[in-house]
């Protein structure tokens, strides 16, 4: 009888041990993977990219330096949608308006 119960522990114990053993390898084996993604994320876009100012005159790059003033108007600029209709900012003035500005990487 002592020796059932002496096996039946050793069982518990090598199952604790496998089940350890697999938590490791997993962990180790996801930090990898999260590592190689971030990586490549990270580098993914890395290589030489045209500047913003390109194809653009002297005075539109001078005037892209320049900070907006608080409270004054903001500049006119023109919009297409999905569906290629374009709107101006001028065409809703006087009209309350909020601007959502996002980017997708």
């Known amino acids: ?3 059932k119960k002496v096996n039946r522990q050793r069982a518990r114990q090598e199952k604790r041990r496998q089940a350890t053993r697999r938590k490791k390898t997993f962990w180790i084996f996801g930090g990898l993977a999260a590592l190689f993604v971030g990586l490549y994320f990270a580098f ?6 045209a500047p ?3 194809g653009l005159s ?3 790059v001078d005037a892209l330096r320049t900070a907006p003033e608080v409270g004054a108007r903001a500049p006119d600029f023109t ?3 999905v569906e290629g209709t374009s709107s101006s900012l001028s065409d809703y003035l006087g009209k309350p308006i909020a601007l959502m500005f996002f980017h997708s990487w």
């Open 58 to 60: 002297d005075e539109q």
């Open 79 to 81: 919009i297409s949608d």
């Open 52 to 54: 913003i100012t390109e």
């Open 44 to 49: 993914a876009g890395a290589g030489i990219k």
């Open 1 to 3: 009888m002592a020796a």
